[in-house]
């Protein structure tokens, strides 16, 4: 049986859930989730491990600079995301690496799987460096007479194994939104815990609010790390069942707004309890057998485990595009997407598991990788496309708008906001990019 999709193509309906979610992870029209759903994904894909660190980064920047920043980090992220989808469904292009491809011809299609997998790799080893540092931890507190249970590296790799893992072995993101709702409101149990046990700490600690701090370009990477979600745009998408510009500007913008009060929240709490002394991870500066605290911490670990599927899924798919398993023409084979994604899940946990330091993944990843996904991409796309002759290129490099037949219907027009936008971002994400670069490796 045959019906028409979304956009007026004509497809045939899935006879097994496994079609059903190799359809959603590719094309349009078979999304499932509803605006709530594919925020709360967005939210999850987000909120990670990049929050803990910001409260470091409202030390670098100073508490008001740094609050200010976020708002603005924030609002570009909303533009990022809803400009991304925007200029797919004007060019007909679903995939962030064919749009940045697009755009920005074969430079761009390799310059983003490099950045996606750098950003993603980061992502998903500094979530095991965050499971390897709270749940051995804590069942060894507990549970002293089980001594292995102790163990950082058995303890993290059974469960990568027998409970992450599994998670990763989807094609389409839309599958884990459940366990992202889960995750979400885990993670108002992080900042209550530390709502609740901050004061009794804050007295100790000097938190000035007005004075500026000593590297706020530092922080802008920071919370670039804490806020990109551009590399989930289009998978998140797929999987909405409502597919329209104005349903997709809705889920942007909860999206957003609910992942910067969470982060902010819990940003604004750690900065003011420990001031001047907060480290790049907020729960080491509590003591190891704060009660209260534990149970934070313990969230926390629970969090990463499902989070660690929202870093993996780019990575692979940067991997898989990289080396041809996949491409606008045809999905990985069953052999080729689980192949992948037993080599790079090992690799990852190796890492994992033997990295300690979240310092050098924040700096790094945030103000390189995370700058030129979130803020160069989105808003070099969105002026290839809807304004070309704002680029100067010959004809050959022009970018050519994939053909529609006259029953596709097109939603995607520009609008002068979106115009300044783009600029804004491409601008400010080339500035925190090459200030990055610069401090990182001078």
């Given at each position: 049986?045959?019906?028409?999709d979304?956009?007026?193509?004509?497809?045939s309906?899935?006879?097994?859930?496994?079609?059903?979610d190799?359809?959603?992870?590719?094309?349009?029209?078979?999304?499932?989730?509803?605006v709530?759903?594919?925020?709360l994904?967005?939210?999850n894909?987000?909120v990670g491990?990049?929050?803990?660190?910001l409260?470091f980064?409202?030390?670098?920047a100073?508490?008001?600079?740094?609050?200010?920043i976020?708002?603005?980090?924030?609002?570009l992220?909303?533009?990022?995301?809803?400009s991304?989808i925007?200029s797919?469904?004007k060019s007909?292009?679903?995939?962030?690496?064919?749009?940045?491809?697009?755009?920005?011809?074969?430079?761009?299609f390799h310059?983003l799987?490099?950045?996606?997998?750098?950003?993603?790799?980061?992502?998903?080893i500094s979530?095991f460096i965050?499971?390897?540092?709270?749940?051995?931890v804590?069942?060894g507190?507990?549970?002293?007479?089980?001594p292995?249970?102790?163990?950082?590296?058995?303890?993290?790799?059974?469960?990568s194994?027998?409970?992450?893992f599994p998670?990763n072995l989807f094609?389409?993101?839309?599958?884990?939104?459940?366990?992202?709702?889960?995750?979400?409101?885990?993670?108002p149990?992080m900042?209550?815990?530390?709502l609740?046990?901050?004061?009794v700490?804050?007295?100790?600690h000097?938190?000035?609010?007005?004075?500026v701090?000593?590297?706020?370009?530092?922080?802008?990477?920071?919370m670039?790390?804490?806020?990109?979600?551009?590399?989930?745009?289009?998978s998140n998408f797929?999987?909405?069942?409502?597919?329209?510009s104005?349903?997709w500007?809705?889920?942007?913008?909860?999206?957003?707004?609910m992942?910067?009060i969470?982060s902010?929240s819990?940003a604004?709490?750690g900065?003011?309890?420990?001031?001047?002394?907060?480290t790049?991870?907020?729960?080491?500066?509590?003591?190891?057998?704060?009660?209260?605290i534990n149970?934070g911490r313990?969230?926390?670990?629970?969090?990463?485990?499902?989070?660690v599927?929202?870093?993996?899924?780019?990575?692979?798919?940067?991997?898989q595009?990289?080396?041809g398993?996949?491409t606008?023409?045809?999905q990985?084979?069953?052999?080729q997407?689980?192949?992948?994604t037993?080599?790079?899940?090992t690799?990852?946990l190796?890492?994992?598991v033997?990295i300690?330091?979240?310092g050098?993944?924040y700096?790094v990843?945030?103000g390189?990788?995370?700058?030129?996904?979130?803020?160069?991409?989105?808003?070099?796309a969105?002026i290839a496309?809807?304004?070309?002759n704002?680029?100067?290129?010959?004809e050959?490099?022009?970018?050519?708008l994939?053909?529609?037949?006259?029953?596709?219907k097109?939603f995607a027009?520009?609008?002068?906001?979106?115009d300044?936008?783009s600029?804004?971002?491409l601008?400010?994400?080339?500035?925190?990019?090459?200030?990055?670069?610069?401090?990182?490796f001078?």
């Amino acid at each position: 049986m045959a019906q028409k999709d979304a956009y007026g193509s004509i497809e045939s309906i899935p006879n097994t859930q496994e079609d059903a979610d190799l359809l959603q992870a590719s094309k349009p029209g078979y999304g499932s989730r509803s605006v709530l759903e594919v925020s709360l994904n967005i939210v999850n894909a987000t909120v990670g491990s990049g929050v803990i660190g910001l409260p470091f980064a409202l030390l670098l920047a100073g508490f008001t600079t740094g609050i200010a920043i976020s708002v603005f980090v924030s609002t570009l992220t909303f533009f990022a995301v809803y400009s991304l989808i925007l200029s797919g469904q004007k060019s007909q292009v679903y995939d962030f690496a064919s749009l940045a491809k697009l755009a920005m011809g074969q430079f761009g299609f390799h310059m983003l799987n490099l950045m996606l997998f750098i950003q993603s790799a980061g992502s998903v080893i500094s979530y095991f460096i965050l499971v390897a540092d709270t749940i051995p931890v804590l069942l060894g507190l507990y549970f002293p007479e089980y001594p292995l249970l102790a163990d950082r590296q058995l303890v993290t790799i059974l469960v990568s194994v027998f409970v992450i893992f599994p998670l990763n072995l989807f094609r389409s993101i839309g599958a884990l939104a459940r366990w992202s709702a889960f995750s979400v409101l885990l993670l108002p149990v992080m900042i209550l815990t530390v709502l609740i046990r901050a004061p009794v700490y804050a007295k100790d600690h000097e938190a000035p609010v007005l004075s500026v701090g000593s590297d706020p370009v530092a922080a802008m990477g920071i919370m670039s790390f804490a806020f990109v979600c551009s590399q989930v745009a289009f998978s998140n998408f797929l999987s909405q069942k409502n597919q329209s510009s104005t349903s997709w500007k809705y889920t942007s913008v909860l999206s957003s707004f609910m992942s910067w009060i969470i982060s902010i929240s819990f940003a604004a709490i750690g900065y003011l309890s420990f001031g001047r002394d907060v480290t790049s991870n907020i729960f080491s500066n509590f003591p190891a057998d704060d009660n209260v605290i534990n149970v934070g911490r313990f969230a926390l670990g629970l969090s990463m485990v499902l989070t660690v599927p929202m870093a993996f899924y780019p990575a692979r798919d940067a991997i898989q595009k990289t080396i041809g398993f996949e491409t606008e023409d045809r999905q990985p084979s069953a052999f080729q997407h689980y192949s992948v994604t037993v080599i790079l899940f090992t690799l990852f946990l190796i890492a994992g598991v033997n990295i300690h330091s979240l310092g050098k993944v924040y700096s790094v990843v945030g103000g390189i990788a995370s700058s030129f996904l979130a803020y160069i991409i989105p808003g070099f796309a969105y002026i290839a496309i809807f304004h070309p002759n704002w680029i100067k290129r010959n004809e050959k490099q022009s970018v050519p708008l994939v053909s529609t037949s006259a029953d596709i219907k097109v939603f995607a027009k520009s609008a002068w906001w979106l115009d300044i936008a783009s600029v804004v971002l491409l601008v400010f994400g080339l500035f925190v990019m090459t200030y990055t670069a610069i401090h990182a490796f001078s």
